[in-house]
């Protein structure tokens, strides 16, 4: 049974899912199938929602491996918190969903392909809209879909749609917490997250964080966006994450040894053409052959010149502000517009499609931790506005030298006001990449098109 030592839950209702392989579905009602997968939902068209930015995203997926077979009731399904058909049309919640499993083959390895597998049902459900993962997950329903669901019925759907699809996965139950203002509402969701799931999630990145790029001579791939984002392709590296966040460089290499014929592939780097940049000439085949022979050169740790794609379901984004020739970094919970004129969810728009946009790059929650962080654009050097939020929230990763010299919405978001802040904190961006004490604006191709030979 799922316990949180840290945290007392208000008592919840229990359900049994079947275990018979053939009994796994019985009773659910929703198709659930790829054709679903990106599905929008609309707030007209909204029945209820979970997660997202009303709550400032403080709500969960989560899943881990149980230790030992004795640590997990198969096929128990725990809903803390209001079934669907109690819940008043329109109504928004923080919730927390975590899933078990256990198999004697299951190590800590497959949780990243766990998370995608476990969730999918969310993700190819009728009715539902996932966008994010982990504490940046934002859920819909429909109305049209509403009375075909119940937690009830989900939990079963996920517990179900693991077993089948992921064959070492022999046990598996499921904890879904509501955050209804009756138990507690988003304080219950933010005090799980921070004493129990925040801790885990830190605990796996560094565990993750061991192997580099040069370590290996396989990065991996991934195309389970392109059912709407035709064109994108993931490149997965040690020290590079797709901006989803929900797959790490060893989950994608137990995603391809389970399933090699699924959305992960192996990619052989083949020759290094720039170190500093990160293009290999293994990356630029691979991606140009699965995506529609739309995209023939990728650099790994650019977002300025020749970036990944993206697909949409970024966690965060780094964009080019040319007046400064300069980096902005803005997270999916900051609400308000940033020194190029939009906010998050604009900016998201005209990134997104699996169009490569030269100074626009999503990310993850876990890009920035890496030391190859978009340094064939200058690194943190090149880094010059961000939300103060979002900056906090990254202190351990930027460097010391450089914290206070990068500015927030604090100084504002208009040009030259960020401007004298630069001079006047001695940015590195004024010596190294300003001229005479001047930005000099970089001229951007047009989305998928070429630099020019220089």
């Known amino acids: 049974m799922i316990e949180i030592p840290t945290v007392k839950l208000p008592k919840g209702r229990v359900f049994q899912a079947p275990l018979e392989l053939d009994e796994l579905f019985d009773d659910v009602e929703i198709e659930i199938s790829p054709r679903w997968m990106g599905q929008k939902v609309r707030k007209g068209d909204m029945y209820m929602e979970i997660g997202g930015p009303k709550h400032e995203y403080t709500s969960y997926i989560h899943c881990d491996v149980a230790k030992e077979e004795s640590d997990i009731e198969d096929g128990r399904i725990?809903?803390?918190?209001?079934?669907?058909?109690?819940?008043?049309?329109?109504?928004?919640?923080?919730?927390?969903?975590?899933?078990?499993?256990?198999?004697?083959?299951?190590?800590?390895?497959?949780?990243?392909?766990?998370?995608?597998?476990?969730?999918?049902?969310?993700?190819?459900?009728?009715?539902?809209m996932l966008v994010n993962t982990r504490d940046t997950i934002w859920i819909r329903l429909n109305n049209e879909s509403a009375h075909k669901n119940s937690w009830r019925q989900m939990g079963q759907a996920l517990l179900g749609n693991t077993k089948i699809n992921f064959p070492l996965v022999e046990k598996a139950?499921?904890?879904?917490?509501?955050?209804?203002?009756?138990?507690?509402?988003?304080?219950?969701?933010?005090?799980?997250?921070?004493?129990?799931?925040?801790?885990?999630?830190?605990?796996?990145?560094?565990?993750?964080m061991g192997v580099e790029d040069e370590d290996v001579d396989t990065f991996y791939g991934c195309t389970v966006c392109q059912t709407f984002a035709p064109n994108h392709v993931c490149c997965i590296t040690p020290q590079r994450n797709p901006y989803c966040g929900i797959m790490s460089y060893l989950g994608a290499k137990a995603v391809v040894e389970i399933d090699p014929y699924g959305y992960s592939f192996a990619i052989p780097k083949g020759e290094c053409l720039d170190a500093e940049s990160g293009r290999y000439t293994g990356v630029d085949q691979a991606i140009y052959e699965r995506s529609s022979r739309r995209v023939s050169k990728i650099n790994l740790y650019s977002s300025l010149k020749y970036p990944q794609t993206n697909c949409g379901c970024f966690e965060a984004a780094a964009f080019y502000i040319p007046e400064l020739d300069g980096i902005g970094l803005v997270d999916r919970r900051h609400p308000g517009d940033t020194p190029i004129g939009v906010n998050f969810s604009k900016m998201a728009g005209y990134m997104s499609g699996g169009n490569q946009n030269h100074g626009s790059m999503g990310l993850s929650a876990r890009t920035p931790k890496s030391k190859k962080f978009l340094q064939?654009?200058?690194?943190?050097?090149?880094?010059?506005?961000?939300?103060?939020?979002?900056?906090?929230?990254?202190?351990?990763?930027?460097?010391?030298?450089?914290?206070?010299?990068?500015?927030?919405?604090?100084?504002?978001i208009d040009t030259q006001a960020i401007k004298e802040f630069l001079i006047e904190a001695k940015h590195p961006i004024v010596k190294n990449f300003w001229k005479d004490g001047e930005p000099v604006p970089m001229k951007m191709p047009k989305p998928n098109e070429d630099w020019p030979i220089e």
């Open 78 to 128: 725990e809903l803390i918190g209001p079934e669907i058909d109690e819940i008043e049309p329109g109504s928004s919640f923080a919730f927390g969903v975590w899933l078990r499993f256990w198999g004697p083959q299951l190590n800590d390895d497959h949780i990243d392909p766990l998370i995608r597998v476990g969730f999918r049902p969310f993700e190819d459900g009728e009715g539902w």
């Open 173 to 208: 139950e499921a904890l879904i917490i509501i955050g209804s203002p009756e138990v507690g509402g988003v304080d219950l969701i933010r005090d799980i997250l921070d004493t129990r799931i925040r801790p885990d999630w830190e605990a796996y990145d560094a565990r993750m």
């Open 376 to 412: 064939g654009d200058g690194g943190w050097t090149r880094i010059i506005w961000m939300p103060k939020e979002y900056k906090v929230l990254l202190a351990d990763c930027i460097p010391e030298e450089i914290y206070d010299k990068i500015a927030t919405e604090d100084v504002g």
